[in-house]
Structure formats: C-alpha cells, structure tokens
C-alpha cells in the first residue's frame, strides 16, 4: 500500500499502528485513547470522523457505529515525537465511553490518604444497555482496548457490529479458519493477522502469552467485583473478561493456524474427551 505523503511522516509502531486521544473541541478535556493503523488515520482525515483500528477485532471500526457516538473531526495534530496523534472532536450525545460516561478516564486516583485510592469522579450519564440496545447492535467498547475479538472479519474495512451479531455462531470456528488461511497471502500491510504471519511464530505466541495474561487480571478483577453493591462495574468487568478470553481464543487460533491446524482438530479432541475421567486422562499422559 503506498501511503500519501503526510502519512509517511507518521512514526507507526511494529505492529503499524499509533495511539490516539480524542480531545473535546470545546473544553479540552480528553475522552478516550484507541488506536489507529495507516488506514484508520487516512480515513479519519477523508471523512472528518474518527475511525479507529481495533486489536482485538483486527478491523478498523468507525466510532460510533454501534452506539451513535460519533466523533466529529475539527483537527488532528502529530507529537514532536511523531508517535502519537491528538484529535479535537465534537462527541456525538456527549458520551465517549462504553461506559456511558462523557470520559473514559473517570477514575482519580485519590492522594488525600495514607494510601492511594482509585476513585470513580464522573457519573454515568445513560446505561450502556440503554445506549447498545437501542442500536440493536453489539457495543462498540473501544480497546481498553481492548476488547472481545470480533474476528469473524480480518477486513481492513470498517463494517457495522450488526454484521457482526449475523455470524452463525455453530460454524464461526470454521469461518474464522478459512479467515485465517486466506490472510497468510494477504498484504501484511492490510491485515493485522497478516502482520502476525510475517512478524512470526515467536510474535504469534507472544500474542497469546499477552492476551492469556490480560485474561487472568480482567478474571481477578471480575472477582473482586459485588453485583449486588455496583451493578455497572459488575457488568463492565464481567464483559471485559469475555473480551479478553476472546482475545486468547483467536490469538491461539492463529497460532494453530501458523501450523496449518484447524479448529475442528481441538474440538475433535475436547469430544474425544467426554465421558473419560479427568483424572484418569492426565495419569495416563
């Protein structure tokens, strides 16, 4: 892909992306931070609305989509370092997070005691299931970024969620291995599971070992999470641990992929399982 110009003074990181804040047009006050690949950057100055590069999807993702919270593009400034973008925005409805918050960064960390505490300072202005419900869609959770990996699409371009809740969950396994096997001939520089090919194995496993790690504390947080006392942080963490499971699954996935493995070789050996006792299949290991 030949970048124009502008493009070619943008510092990408290894994985040919670049972080991103959204800044309020009016207050200054940031809204969140995702990032942007090439494209998304491209995009973004084309249409004046922010389009993001999701990690975990693996696909660029239009803010707003899902839940109408667009993002109006009034400026977009490079650091000195020409690592990191800045854009000014009008936010649609107000809202920026997935939380339903006008900020994602609504924590403060408190110093007023003996020791440091994280306190939430910004109320929820509309219940996140009000805001994706209301879109019949999927939310359109930024990447904390993180997030689940709807990866059903390695395409570089942006597609709304609702297709996304179209995918036939019985084969999505099979879809994603046809996915898989077509990246490794696609264009590393159009593809993110394309870039994982070409970077190999060990970047493939690193990946996995990322996603295994942020699992285990989204897991740790969920646990320390009370529904009966927060509601929404109790939902939030519960969705950030689907998430970044599903971040594991697809990432190992591709890892299986790397060998010319398919899915239906785990699941053939999960139902070959069933009926044996656990403790009698790891002795005769």
């Known amino acids: 892909m030949t970048l124009p110009a502008w493009l070619t003074a943008v510092t990408f990181n290894d994985d040919g992306l670049i972080p991103a804040i959204a800044q309020d047009h009016q207050t200054g006050r940031i809204l969140m931070m995702a990032w942007m690949n090439a494209e998304a950057l491209q995009l973004t100055a084309q249409t004046q609305t922010a389009v993001y590069f999701s990690r975990s999807r693996a696909k660029l ?24 973008i800045v854009l000014s925005v009008t936010q649609a409805g107000g809202i920026a997070c997935h939380t339903g918050r006008e900020s994602c960064f609504y924590q403060r960390l408190d110093l007023s005691g003996q020791t440091p505490e994280w306190q939430t300072v910004d109320k929820v202005l509309k219940d996140p299931a009000d805001i994706y419900h209301s879109h019949d869609s999927t939310s359109d959770t930024h990447e904390i970024e993180n997030t689940g990996a709807n990866t059903d699409s390695d395409t570089i371009q942006a597609q709304p969620d609702t297709a996304q809740a179209q995918v036939d969950k019985a084969s999505v396994l099979q879809q994603l291995d046809s996915v898989l096997a077509e990246r490794k001939q ?17 970047k493939i496993l690193e990946k996995v070992g990322e996603e295994s790690t942020e699992s285990i504390i989204a897991a740790k947080d969920f ?35 790397w060998f010319d493995i398919e899915s239906d070789a785990v699941l053939n050996e999960l139902g070959r399982r069933f009926g044996l006792s656990g403790i009698d299949e790891k002795a005769a290991r």
């Open 223 to 257: 646990a320390n999470c009370d529904e009966s006392t927060d509601k929404a942080s109790y939902d939030e963490a519960r969705h950030e641990l689907i998430y970044e499971v599903a971040d594991v699954w697809f990432h190992t996935l591709v890892g299986l992929a």
């Open 186 to 202: 696609a264009d590393a520089d159009s593809s993110y599971v394309a870039s994982l090919y070409a970077k190999g194995l060990n």
């Open 61 to 84: 993702w239009h803010k707003g989509e899902s839940s109408g919270h667009t993002q109006t593009v009034h400026d977009i400034r490079l650091d000195c370092d020409a690592d990191v």
